[in-house]
């Protein structure tokens, strides 16, 4: 069975920090990227960041750029995101997915139409 779990989330304050965890099981990790999604309230979803397992790629959107730093340790089938800096516009629920070989990232950005998806978890950022 293939599964995404996502941790990490909570309540900060505006220029605070949190990492989030995506925990992948149930496919070959080093064939897939996995990125990152938010979904802000009444908003639409956008794509945050990507890693390729493949060979480290990386992948930022430009309003999370030197913010947010995507790793992963293939060891342990785990990606993580660093958000520094955090703003009460961070404030989303974020999920991470997989999509099979490189990141999907165009000139719109991270597609998302991704194969795996986890629930999300949920980051409130205070002001």
């Known amino acids: 069975e293939v599964q995404l779990v996502e941790s990490g989330g909570g309540l900060v304050q505006a220029g605070g920090s949190l990492r989030l965890s995506c925990a992948a099981s149930g496919f070959t990790f080093d064939d897939y990227a996995i990125g990152w999604f938010r979904q802000a309230p009444g908003k639409e979803r956008e794509g945050v960041s990507c890693?390729?397992?493949?060979?480290?790629?990386?992948y930022y959107a430009d309003s999370m750029k030197g913010r947010f730093t995507i790793s992963s340790d293939n060891a342990k089938n785990t990606v993580y995101l660093q958000m520094n800096s955090l703003e009460p516009e961070d404030t989303a629920v974020y999920f991470c997915?997989?999509?099979?070989?490189?990141?999907?990232?165009?000139?719109?950005?991270?597609?998302?139409?991704?194969?795996?998806w986890g629930k999300g978890t949920l980051v409130t950022v205070s002001s």
């Open positions: 890693i390729s397992s493949s060979d480290g790629s990386t």
């Open positions: 997915a997989a999509s099979g070989g490189n990141c999907p990232w165009g000139s719109s950005g991270l597609y998302d139409g991704m194969d795996y």
